[in-house]
C-alpha cells in the first residue's frame, strides 16, 4: 500500500466518515458504507471516533489547520469534507495556506476550484513565510530536515543551484554513530521536483525547512559524532560535501537557541514535569526501545506480576523503574539528548514554545548521569505507556514529581 494509495482511499471515503461522525442513529449502516468505499480502518479508527465528533464541533469556531493537523488523513478528509459542505471558504483557504501536509493541501485545493467553479469568491492563496516548506516554490536552493525516527535515523537534505545546475545531497544521521549513509546528484530540474514531492509526501509533518547555517551545523555536528564514536563517514562523503558553498557564517551553538531566549533556558527543570505529553506529538510519536528490549520488558512483565497481574501495582512501577535505567545507558543518553535538542528547534520554529521548553528540559536533564533516567517523565514514559493497561496512575506519576 502506497502513500497515494491512502491518500485515494482517504477521499472516496470522506463523505461516509462525515456522516459516521454527525450521525449517530444510523453508525452502523454508515460504517458499512464506509466500508465498501473501501475506507481507512486502522487499529484505533473506531476509538477515536467520539473524539473526532469533538473536533469537528469546534472546527468552524477555531484554528481549523491546528485542530486538522494533528489527526490522520481519513479523518482530515471529512474534517475537509464538512467545511466544503459549509460552504467556508474562509476556513479552507486558511487551511489551504497554513497546512504543513502536501496531501491535505492538494486535497483542499481541489475543493476550493470547485467551490471557485459553483461562483464562490476564493481568495487568492497568501505567500508562504521563511517557516513554511518550499520545495514546489523554490527550486534553486530548498534545504530541510526531518525529525528522528523511532530507530535514531533522519534525513537531511541540502540542495544547491550555483549556476551549473541543481546539485543535491541527501545524508542519513543517526543519532548514536553520524552519517550513516548518503548520496550525492545532478539531477534535472524535472527529476528534482519528482524527487522533493516524493520524499516531502513520504516525511509528511515531520519535515522542516532549515536555513544553509542550520544545515550545514547539523552536517558538522553529526561528521563529529562519527569521529568521537570511531565510526568512518561513508567514503566519498567529505569530497561530496565539499562542491556545496559552505554559508559565510557558521553557527557555534545548537540552531534552538536562535528561537529561545536566553531567560527560558535558564531553569529548564520546571519544564520537567508534563514532558511525557510530547509524545502526542507526531514527531516523535514512534520513539520507542526497540522491539526486542519491547518484548524483553513485557514478558519481564508477566513472568514476575503472576497469573493475575496488576500492572499498576508497586512492582510493575518498579519493573519501569529498573528497565528504563537499564535502557538509558551513556550512549542512550547522548542519542536522546541529541534527538531532543533537534525536537525542540523544530518544535519552537513551529512556534511551539511550550513543548519546545520541554523538550530542551529533557535533553538537558539527559546530560546529568546522576539524576536516573526514571525520574524523568518523558523518560519514564517511553516504557510506561506500553503498559499493557496503558499509562500511569497518578500515584506513578508521584514518584517522578521533582
Known sequence: MTILDDQKRARRGAKALLRILTDKKNFDANLDAYTRADGIIDGDFLSRVDEARKTLAQLENGDAAALIAEWPLAFQEAFVEHLVAKERVDLLARLRDKSRNKALVKSVKQQLHQLKQAGRAVPDRQKRGWKR??????????NFVTAFDGRGFRLILLLQDRGTGPRLLQAVESDRTGIADFRSSRPTRSKLKDMLKQIEAASADRSETATAEEIFYFLKRAAERNRQRKTQTPEGFVTALSYFEKPKSELDKHPLFAYAKPVELEVPEGRL????????????????????????????????????????????????????????DEATRGAFHTRLMDLAWILARREKKGEALSAYAVAQALLDDKKPASRIPFCRHLIARFLPDGGETEAERKIIAP
Open 133 to 142: 516548506s518550499a520545495l514546489d516554490e523554490r527550486m534553486d536552493e530548498t
Open 273 to 328: 514535569p508534563g514532558s511525557e505529553k510530547l509524545f502526542a506529538d507526531p514527531l516523535c510519536a514512534d520513539w520507542s526501545i526497540g522491539d526486542m528490549e519491547l518484548r524483553v520488558f513485557q514478558r519481564r512483565l508477566f513472568d514476575e506480576l503472576g497469573e493475575s497481574p496488576d500492572f499498576r501495582s508497586a512492582k510493575a512501577s518498579a519493573i519501569v523503574d529498573e528497565t528504563v535505567d537499564r535502557f538509558f
